[in-house]
């Protein structure tokens, strides 16, 4: 079938039609680098995914030939769905994903020939290399630590070496305009006092784990990917070779390391890349991205052609007129200034509200909730820009009986139960996999004892073979240990067996792991009340491997881990369907919309969130003062109607009742799009934090609070300095840094919530996070399939997501009866489980 002639194309006329001016200028223009300067609410998702389509359908590039870098792993399906959606044809994207996915497809793909092995030095990662996750990485170090400091070590230690090791990864040294990777030995020779000394040798040990696990953690993919391009030339130049076109979304958060992959994967010659972003929305500093990196494009990338997305189509122009006045605080070179504006109605003006203390202001955002009704809820978000700020909140909404959810809760996949069956299977992927032996090799508890794991243990840290090679050694010998051992390296056996046999289709080797292991039944000993909930959260992920399995044909178990392990907070959907309110710190916020917003604790040294300034210098106390602003400036912008901008003068945070000023945030808005309101109490009577109670305070006059809390509006003209408070006070101290997961650390949110499915901006229904459940079909009559078994081979079929096809081979028996389906839609074969799967034969 050739795809151009099946496929729509995306020509000029379709650009003009369906994009603005500037948006079609960028989608149209392919030749030589470009950066699209887009303005929040702009549009830029529209813009490059009719671009992608633009280039594979008019100009006709090969889709796999271009490499296409999202955010998240939900934002690369959410392109790639909308790209086939507009050329109505499903061409394949290979390298559409997030920097993670991208890198280890190039490590799979490269480690797996020996050529590149060699030309590594021979002792490098064996292509089927587990990806360790925090828990597996905080395990190691651990051990490293009790190693050298004995049992009672400080567990702030743990944090601040797994921070560090992250940092090292994350951040590239440049020498005479080299870019050195800060590998062990070059963070020692770089160390100079003795904590960094320790810290590389901490880090030497750490790494040294990894690789004798053949493991790698998830910076390593990035690392570990330009470490291999930097060491073997010749693989870089075919790549450049292979990509023709390149283009970036969210620019601004690029870390060193991606940008030296990108410097190593975009053609010298043509520069054939278009890069997507916002400076004013980088907000991940904290965690390694390089807000410069953006800001040099065009000199890095000389000539560039700039391109300036300035229609906000999100937002009413009273909030973008406000987000836009706080913005125009920082600091931005004259390149990058964008005048972003809103053609929609003025709206309501920006709601700014101050309280006594954080009860009554999330008792009156639970009002307020209230009053805008059970129809406004699933559009309504409150954020907040520390975690612990949502317990407050979250009673106010209960006393109301709004219903809400937080939103970043424990992902699915890193709940116990689930982590427990994906680490049987990792020991299945990885004979190498200490860490997915050690944790189930006990779960369910089989009585192993502890002198035979560290037995075992012991052996593979001298090197004498893999924890698999070692268990079964021990198992088939006579000590005491032995035949509780045995017990469970047959059970692996026999595992292996089935998958090796290639009968055992995924879903049905997890489910007999669950089943063979007697692991439900240890959760309702382990917890009769949760168990339930536990039970259905590991039917859901059979379900969601059985998907796994109909949308990857032929995928191995090992294609199925490397999706899971790169998941990441972001890719978690809001659930708007059951009329909750979403609850979120900001940092998740990023890319969403709601009708309204409710941002909590716009106090200063709360947001901005003040931490650590005794050891930053002042250049890096203003970096930090810049991103909190670009932060206040991406919640602003994620309302499309109303925006509620709070302030509490005094405050419950950190084990302490204290007072606060208001934000200096609240204070650069714009006057004339502000509707201020002082001091609101929603309580007649107010009990104070030991239980007494006093009337309400007379907060009559605006401003009379004690806390100097009456904004100057319009009068500050300070420019770029933040106002007369001193951001760097020593009193600040850095007790304010604990909200944050460590450099490099992908989650903000802690608390257990229920899993969100689906947001209004993008409400395409994702695999992983919530399966849909299916409607089993009838079981097949036989043990084998037979000609008069309906699921013959050529049979019509009709399944709920691809539509209609022809069987093409009918196979397998009893639950692993299965049939290879060419849908009508598709160029290829779908292998479907009839044991799950909603398959009707249609002729
Ligand atoms: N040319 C256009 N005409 C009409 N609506 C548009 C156009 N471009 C974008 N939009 C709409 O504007 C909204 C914002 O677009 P999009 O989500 O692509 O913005 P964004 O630039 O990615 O936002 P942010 O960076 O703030 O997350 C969407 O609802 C989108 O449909």
Not at 26 to 35: C, F, Q, T, Y
Not at 355 to 360: I, N
Not at 504 to 532: C, M, S
Not at 624 to 640: D, H, I, K
Request: aromatic share 10%.
């Amino acid at each position: 079938m050739d795809d151009f002639v099946e496929c729509n194309v995306v020509d000029d006329s379709v650009l003009d039609k369906e994009l603005n001016p500037e948006q079609a200028a960028a989608a149209k223009k392919i030749n030589g680098p470009m950066l699209i300067l887009a303005g929040a609410g702009s549009g830029k998702t529209r813009c490059i995914t009719y671009k992608i389509a633009h280039l594979v359908s008019y100009h006709k590039i090969d889709s796999n030939r271009v490499l296409a870098v999202t955010f998240t792993n939900k934002a690369a399906r959410e392109m790639k769905d909308r790209i086939q959606k507009l050329l109505n044809c499903r061409k394949p994207f290979t390298w559409m994903g997030t920097f993670h996915s991208v890198c280890l497809k190039l490590l799979k793909l490269c480690l797996a020939k020996e050529s590149v092995i060699k030309a590594l030095g021979g002792k490098w990662f064996d292509a089927n290399f587990s990806i360790y996750d925090d828990d597996d990485q905080k395990r190691i170090l651990k051990e490293i630590l009790k190693d050298d400091l004995g049992d009672d070590y400080d567990v702030n230690e743990l944090k601040k070496v797994h921070s560090a090791i992250s940092r090292f990864k994350n951040t590239v040294l440049y020498k005479n305009d080299k870019a050195v990777l800060q590998t062990p030995d070059v963070a020692a020779l770089n160390a100079e006092f003795a904590d960094e000394e320790r810290k590389a040798r901490y880090y030497a040990a750490y790494q040294k784990k990894l690789a004798e696990s053949n493991a790698m953690d998830f910076d390593d993919l990035l690392f570990n990917t330009v470490r291999m391009l930097q060491m073997v030339p010749n693989l870089a130049e075919q790549l450049r070779e292979r990509f023709q076109y390149v283009v970036v979304d969210e620019y601004q958060d690029t870390n060193d390391v991606q940008y030296e992959l990108l410097k190593l994967l975009i053609n010298r010659d043509t520069k054939n890349v278009t890069v997507v972003g916002d400076d004013d929305q980088s907000i991940y500093g904290w965690r390694g991205a390089n807000i410069k990196i953006i800001r040099n494009f065009h000199r890095d990338f000389a000539p560039v052609t700039i391109v300036k997305l300035e229609r906000n189509y999100r937002s009413t122009a009273n909030i973008v007129k406000g987000a836009g006045s706080v913005i125009a605080h920082n600091v931005r070179p004259a390149e990058m200034q964008k005048n972003v504006f809103s053609k929609e109605e003025a709206g309501e003006l920006i709601h700014v509200r101050y309280f006594e203390d954080d009860r009554a202001e999330a008792s009156n955002i639970a009002k307020t909730v209230a009053q805008a009704g059970p129809d406004f809820y699933a559009k309504t978000a409150i954020f907040y820009r520390t975690n612990a700020q949502s317990r407050v909140l979250e009673k106010a909404l209960n006393d109301l009986r709004i219903p809400s959810v937080i939103f970043g809760g424990t992902r699915f996949w890193d709940r116990k139960e689930i982590k427990d069956v994906l680490a049987y299977l990792r020991v299945l992927a990885n004979e190498k996999d200490d860490a997915a032996y050690l944790r189930v090799i006990n779960t369910p508890p089989r009585a192993i004892g502890k002198t035979t794991v560290e037995g075992v243990l012991a052996k593979v840290k001298a090197g004498e073979g893999s924890f698999w090679d070692n268990l079964l050694a021990e198992a088939n010998g006579t000590g005491r240990g032995a035949p509780k051992l045995k017990v469970f390296t047959d059970l692996v056996t026999n595992w292996k067996n089935m998958m090796t046999s290639g009968e055992y289709p995924l879903p049905i080797l997890a489910e007999h792991i669950i089943n063979d292991t007697g692991y439900k039944d240890f959760l309702r000993k382990e917890d009769e009340v949760t168990a339930d909930e536990r039970i259905a959260n590991l039917d859901e992920m059979i379900n969601a491997i059985r998907e796994f399995d109909e949308e990857h044909p032929g995928a191995t178990l090992d294609a199925f881990l490397q999706d899971i392990s790169l998941l990441t907070d972001g890719d978690k959907k809001v659930d708007t369907s059951k009329g909750l309110v979403t609850l979120m710190t900001i940092h998740m916020a990023k890319g969403l919309e709601f009708n309204t917003v409710h941002l909590a604790g716009c106090d200063d040294e709360i947001f901005p969130l003040v931490r650590g300034t005794s050891m930053l210098s002042m250049a890096e106390i203003n970096e930090q003062m810049e991103e909190e602003r670009r932060l206040f400036y991406v919640g602003c912008t994620r309302a499309e109607k109303k925006l509620y901008l709070y302030h509490a003068e005094r405050r419950f945070f950190q084990g302490n009742i204290r007072p606060f000023a208001p934000s200096r945030f609240l204070k650069e808005l714009d006057p004339s799009v502000v509707d201020f309101t002082p001091c609101l109490n929603t309580r007649p009577s107010v009990p104070d934090f030991v239980g007494n109670t006093r009337s309400k305070p007379s907060y009559g006059s605006y401003g009379s609070s004690n806390y100097g809390s009456r904004p100057s509006y319009g009068n500050s003209g300070s420019g770029n300095s933040y106002g007369n408070r001193s951001f760097g006070g020593a009193s600040h101290g850095s007790s304010f840094g604990g909200s944050r997961s460590g450099f490099g650390g992908s989650s903000f949110g802690s608390r257990p919530a229920p899993v969100p499915a689906s947001i209004k901006k993008n409400d395409k229904h994702i695999v992983y996070r919530n399966p849909v459940k299916v409607v089993k079909a009838p079981a097949p009559s036989g043990p084998t399939i037979e000609y008069d078994n309906p699921y013959h081979e050529g049979a019509r079929v009709r399944h709920s997501r691809y539509g209609t096809g022809v069987i093409m081979k009918a196979y397998g028996s009893g639950d692993n009866a299965r049939v290879d389906v060419r849908f009508d839609r598709e160029n290829m074969n779908r292998t479907i489980i009839l044991k799950y799967a909603a398959l009707e034969v249609i002729g």
